[in-house]
């Protein structure tokens, strides 16, 4: 069965920085696209960053380009996904989701087969 388990959320004050990370297990998960997603209250879930399968290639949402940096380490029976976040902004605050992706578009969050359950992220001004 796949799991995919968030950490590392908190509450912080804005201008620091927080590192999520996201453990995938249940099957192999080396060929997956995986990024993060965020939802604040009362709003729909969007597209955060995104990491291809050698962790070459990235895609961030422009409203984190240059603050937030993803990244993976895959192993033989489980993957990892990390999001560093520096310069938090009250904006930021979220419950930030991670996702998996085997075909699709990188920043649909329709195209992704496989959810964690959420961290939340919370940045006071």
């Known amino acids: 069965q796949v799991h995919l388990v968030e950490s590392g959320g908190g509450l912080v004050q804005a201008g620091e920085s927080l590192t999520l990370s996201c453990a995938a297990s249940g099957r192999t998960f080396t060929m997956d696209i995986m990024a993060w997603f965020r939802q604040a209250a009362g709003k729909e879930r969007e597209f955060v960053a995104a990491i291809g399968w050698n962790g070459a290639t990235t895609e961030y949402a422009d409203y984190v380009k240059g603050r937030f940096v993803i990244s993976r380490d895959d192993a033989e029976s489980e993957s990892r996904v990390y999001l560093r976040m520096n310069g938090l902004k009250p904006e930021d605050t979220a419950i930030y989701y991670c996702?998996?992706?085997?075909?699709?578009?990188?920043?649909?969050?329709?195209?992704?087969?496989?959810w964690g359950q959420g961290t939340q992220v919370t940045v006071s001004s």
């Open positions: 996702a998996s992706l085997q075909v699709g578009t990188w920043s649909n969050v329709h195209d992704y087969d496989n």
